[in-house]
């Protein structure tokens, strides 16, 4: 089906329009699902090119990747292979994302204490949410001779607020690996 009648420029299905620079794909990321490099293309493994060897490419992502170490007549592909970052879409491309997870939140309210458990300079917390769990142990002789049971400390742990914590040792979504290229004639 060919578009016709067009008022503004082409754009694809997100909305964004075609870019007369990477007509040949120059410039464009291939991923592959195991450690090979296509003849046109150079593993984007944060290399340092020269302008003048690489000028199509240049073109295309110029010094957007640069660190600040490049000569004047040096431009930098990116690294995505070597640090291992995720590649994560965005209409704001380029911007490193660091890791983060939510915070991790609970509560201990001990405003209020019970008599009996003053006198052995404890409180009975009235409030005890998130993270938090109150340790309890049981107490056969209080001073009045009642029996009970009596809050010994707190532990904290916060696959309680989130089942992904404790699941991992690093912050890690489900992933594979596969290497990434770069797109340079």
């Given at each position: ?42 593993a ?21 990747f ?14 995505y ?72 400390g ?32």
């Amino acid at each position: 089906m060919k578009i016709s009648n067009l008022i503004t420029n082409e754009v694809n299905q997100n909305e964004y329009h075609f870019n007369k620079l990477t007509r040949n794909k120059i410039g464009i990321l291939y991923v592959a699902p195991v450690n090979i490099v296509p003849e046109d293309c150079l593993a984007c493994d944060g290399y340092v090119l020269k302008i003048i060897d690489y000028k199509k490419l240049h073109s295309v992502i110029g010094n957007y990747f640069n660190t600040g170490e490049e000569a004047e007549d040096e431009f930098r592909i990116p690294d995505y292979n070597i640090t291992g970052r995720f590649l994560q879409p965005s209409k704001n491309v380029g911007i490193s994302i660091n890791a983060g997870l939510p915070n991790i939140t609970g509560k201990i309210d001990a405003s209020n204490t019970n008599a009996n458990a003053e006198a052995f300079g404890e409180t009975y917390p009235d409030q005890i949410t998130g993270a938090f769990e109150g340790i309890w142990g049981y107490q056969s002789a209080l001073p009045d001779a009642q029996g009970g049971t009596m809050l010994r400390g707190f532990d904290f742990d916060a696959s309680r607020c989130n089942t992904i914590y404790g699941s991992s040792n690093t912050v890690q979504p489900p992933s594979q690996t596969v290497h990434i290229c770069i797109k340079y004639k």
